[in-house]
């Protein structure tokens, strides 16, 4: 509250020496009521440099007036206001975290005490493996039961064939790791050897496959444009491409297996526009009008040139840990969707049917004239229309103003400008820093996993019979994230 009365004092006294110094050259510092309006649009710089550009050519000194209004207000004041937000925000962060981590641990002891029948203070290796067993039967995490004697080892540190409390807290988070990671279909399923699986995971076969895909693409945009014996020859070979993706299909199912080979979302998008790409050969052998949708079919193939992110690591990288992240962030989303839907609510009930077609009190307002009379409150979807363009800050005077002249009455500016303070400058700005820290997070996250990952095959090629003897903790890393677990990474970091 201290930095919204600092910047709310702040804009209250530039507005006083703006009327001073400009009320007599300009209109748009007539008076106070007026200066403080269009200095408070400033601050949003929505209406920079309109706004000042009439003083400026009148006396040019008025350049440090404003350059400085918004020097100390925007990029200061709104600056902190935001910082001050953010880090109590933060503090809430750590809060909810020590919440979550005290439940975790009582939850830990409560099992702990469970399988400590004896009240021993440890769990034997009888009933570590009785354990192991039992949560083998889930088809989640199917294969803990082959690896046992190894999970035993690598948790108790101490070599007595015991699991103390401390080792039994790891012993859940390598649980945790297994549910979330999916089954080795490669390891499950291995219809050739590794010589021949290699062939199709190869970076040459990769880069050839794309290179086609290039090709088909380029093929049937070039089509399109082309008429006579040229569209012809490109038909032929767009027909050639066709049979040329069917060919690696049938070649990845035969190595890969079935199983393998659709767990692919590209294998499986592949494999659905290269069946109907045949099928369409086909058909057009007996009905000419349907060639033309193999080119369109050849084009919606290459989308797939999107998933050429994936050959740039740290491209992967960026779309993976993204993918990670927006579905965690989602309750934050859902918070400025919630602020948006309650102001659209409000705005339907305080001026809903007031703008309408030959309503002569919006004649000549920059509103009818910049044709904005469709973002309006007279309906739900229109009115989060409006709220988008209102987060977007862009223009949004001119909302404002064509409401003051719909209404009639001055007032009307309140909701817009307590819109702006609290969708905009508090969710909105809490939602995007969250939401980039977050992605920084995890990024660095994965940077440090893929490092670690790195240095883990590079010892076990060098220290295969260290590998065999099952002394490290297997490493997986987790495909989904929580809301909770954001915040406990975001916490850590600071």
């Known amino acids: 509250m201290d930095i919204t009365g600092l910047v709310v004092i702040f804009v209250m006294l530039s507005a006083w020496l703006a009327t001073t110094f400009f009320s007599e050259s300009t209109l748009e510092f007539k008076d106070y009521g007026t200066s403080l309006l269009n200095l408070f649009v400033l601050l949003t710089t929505a209406n920079n440099p309109s706004v000042w550009s009439t003083a400026y050519r009148t006396n040019r000194l008025a350049f440090f007036f404003f350059s400085t209004y918004l020097l100390v207000g925007f990029f200061f004041l709104m600056n902190l206001a935001f910082s001050v937000i953010y880090s109590n925000y933060k503090a809430q962060m750590a809060v909810e975290v020590a919440k979550r981590t005290t439940a975790r641990q009582g939850n830990l002891k409560a099992a702990f005490s469970l399988l400590d029948v004896r009240h021993q203070e440890w769990i034997d290796g009888a009933t570590m493996i009785a354990l192991f067993l039992a949560i ?210 409000l705005g339907m009930h305080l001026f809903g049917g007031l703008v309408y077609e030959g309503n002569y009190a919006l004649a000549g307002t920059e509103y009818l004239t910049l044709g904005f009379e469709a973002f309006n409150y007279n309906d739900y979807a229109s009115a989060m229309a409006t709220s988008f363009n209102l987060c977007v800050v862009n223009k949004w005077y001119v909302i404002m103003d064509g409401y003051a002249a719909a209404t009639n009455s001055r007032w009307s500016r309140i909701y817009f400008m307590t819109f702006w303070a609290i969708a905009v400058v508090f969710t909105l700005n809490v939602v995007v820093a969250f939401f980039t820290e977050a992605l920084t997070c995890q990024m660095e996250k994965a940077e440090r996993i893929r490092a670690r990952e790195m240095r883990r095959n590079q010892e076990e090629t060098s220290a295969p019979v260290r590998r065999r003897s099952g002394l490290n903790l297997p490493f997986r890393v987790t495909r989904s994230l929580s809301y909770y677990d954001l915040y406990e990474d975001i916490v850590k970091k600071t």
């Open 136 to 345: 083998g039967r889930y088809r989640h995490i199917s294969d803990i039961r082959a690896r046992t004697s190894h999970l035993f080892l690598a948790l108790n540190r101490r070599g007595d064939f015991k699991i103390w409390s401390d080792e039994f807290e790891e012993l859940c988070d390598v649980i945790a790791k297994e549910v979330e990671s999916p089954p080795d279909l490669f390891q499950s399923r291995r219809r050739m050897s590794k010589n021949e699986m290699q062939f199709v995971t190869h970076p040459v076969y990769t880069y050839v496959t794309w290179a086609l895909t290039l090709g088909s693409l380029a093929a049937a945009i070039t089509q399109l444009n082309v008429g006579g014996s040229a569209q012809v020859l490109l038909l032929s070979i767009e027909f050639l491409f066709g049979w040329v993706f069917a060919m690696d299909a049938l070649l990845k199912v035969y190595l890969q297996g079935w199983k393998s080979y659709w767990s692919s979302t590209l294998n499986a998008f592949d494999f659905v526009v290269t069946l109907l790409i045949l099928a369409l050969h086909f058909i057009s052998f007996f009905n000419e009008n349907a060639r033309p949708w193999v080119t369109y079919l050849l084009l919606v193939r290459g989308l797939r040139t999107f998933a050429l992110v994936s050959l740039i690591t740290r491209w992967r990288l960026m779309v993976q840990t993204l993918i990670i992240v927006i579905p965690a962030t989602a309750p934050i989303l859902a918070l400025q969707f919630l602020v948006c839907s309650m102001f659209s609510v």
